[in-house]
């Protein structure tokens, strides 16, 4: 399944109340940011953390070796999450970003931290040219008040002004809640159907079907329309007997269309055929698990 990363830029002690270069808002962004990384560990995905450097150690903050210039401990790395040290605005540029995001199958990032009109900003627009789906949690970021010719710009202004600019052509911004949503979704979409994947190879039929809601509606073409969880059960029956196995996704993708539902589409092959599902629509549960509601699927 296409892997979502987080990229936590920049929270850094010098960004903090009593820090060389505060920020307005940086104790909620901060907040916010410890919310994400709980949810996006608890879901076992990729956490990368991005601090800055200024190589002149007479720069105004984030000096070298300085205590102001490391992560802050509310977002303190755990064992096993990278930290990319970078020297400048884009944390692309001269860092091993990109190779960190490829080798753990990166498609998409969600990303938060500061400044907003800096490094926020850049890291956003580099990852968007470089073709990965990016999330911004308007919430879990920061800026400052700035000045230009006289004209003096608060930083609640200069927030929305970016994130507005981000939302239109480089992102999708969002709160921080609804990102977690759609984390944890996306999470107990995967497993499911892991799951379901699992009971076909092993000829468990049963377990295919408990993936599916009661009333589901699977259609299999060409073989027909099966409804309800009886009906989709005896539909994987046949095919196990019938010595079908090994089942293989390709290039699945997943949408989430909302806070409780999304699809997956994906190219597929077993051991004596293969084809393409077109729709997969999986939905959340009172438990927290997801179920499918539709399958649409054809045999080629």
């Given at each position: 399944?296409?892997?979502?990363?987080?990229?936590?830029?920049?929270i850094q002690?010098?960004?903090?109340?009593?820090?060389?270069?505060?920020?307005v808002?940086?104790d909620?962004a901060a907040?916010?940011?410890?919310?994400?990384?709980?949810?996006?560990?608890?879901?076992?995905?990729?956490?990368?953390?991005?601090?800055?450097?200024f190589?002149?150690?007479?720069?105004?903050?984030?000096?070298a070796?300085?205590?102001?210039a490391?992560?802050?401990?509310?977002l303190?790395?755990?064992q096993?999450?990278?930290v990319?040290?970078?020297?400048?605005?884009?944390?692309?540029k001269g860092?091993?970003?990109v190779?960190?995001?490829?080798?753990?199958?990166?498609?998409?990032v969600?990303?938060?931290?500061?400044?907003t009109?800096?490094c926020?900003d850049?890291v956003?627009?580099?990852?968007?040219?470089?073709g990965?789906?990016?999330?911004?949690?308007?919430?879990a970021?920061?800026?400052?008040?700035?000045?230009f010719?006289?004209?003096?710009v608060?930083?609640?202004?200069v927030?929305?002004?970016?994130?507005?600019?981000?939302?239109?052509?480089?992102?999708?911004?969002?709160?921080?809640?609804?990102?977690?949503?759609?984390?944890l979704?996306?999470?107990a979409?995967?497993?499911?159907?892991?799951?379901?994947?699992?009971?076909?190879?092993?000829?468990?039929?049963?377990?295919?079907?408990?993936e599916?809601?009661?009333?589901?509606?699977?259609?299999?073409?060409?073989?027909g329309?099966?409804?309800?969880?009886?009906?989709?059960?005896?539909?994987?029956?046949?095919?196990?007997?019938?010595?079908?196995?090994?089942?293989?996704?390709?290039d699945?993708v997943?949408?989430?269309?909302?806070h409780?539902q999304a699809?997956?589409?994906?190219?597929?092959?077993?051991n004596?055929?293969?084809?393409?599902?077109h729709?997969e629509?999986w939905?959340?549960?009172e438990?927290?698990?997801?179920k499918?509601?539709?399958?649409?699927?054809e045999?080629?």
């Open positions: 399944m296409m892997t979502t990363a987080l990229l936590l830029i920049d002690n010098d960004y903090f109340d009593g820090g060389k270069c505060p920020l808002g940086m909620v907040k916010h940011s410890v919310n994400l990384l709980d949810a996006f560990r608890e879901s076992s995905l990729p956490v990368i953390h991005v601090r800055h450097e190589l002149d150690t007479e720069t105004a903050f984030f000096s070796g300085s205590e102001g490391l992560i802050h401990p509310l303190a790395p755990a096993g999450e990278p990319v040290v970078k020297h400048q605005i884009n944390s692309f860092t091993p970003l190779d960190l995001l490829e080798e753990r199958g990166v498609k998409n969600v990303i938060a931290g500061a400044m009109y800096m926020v850049a956003t627009r580099a990852a968007a040219d470089l990965y789906v990016c999330s911004v949690a308007h919430d970021c920061a800026t400052m008040d700035v000045e010719e006289g004209v003096k608060e930083a609640a202004q927030h929305a002004a970016v994130m507005a600019a981000l939302d239109f052509a480089f992102a999708e911004v969002r709160s921080t809640q609804v990102l977690i949503e759609e984390v979704l996306i999470n979409v995967k497993k499911a159907s892991e799951r379901w994947k699992s009971a076909f190879n092993a000829g468990n039929a049963a377990g295919c079907a408990a599916y809601e009661s009333n589901a509606v699977m259609q299999a073409k060409p073989f329309v099966y409804t309800g969880a009886d009906e989709v059960r005896g539909f994987w029956e046949k095919l196990i007997a019938d010595g079908f196995s090994d089942v293989e996704y390709i699945p997943i949408t989430v269309l909302d409780q699809v997956i589409t994906s190219g597929w092959k077993m004596k055929a293969g084809g393409v599902i729709k629509l939905v959340l549960q438990d927290g698990s997801a499918l509601r539709e399958d649409d699927f045999a080629q």
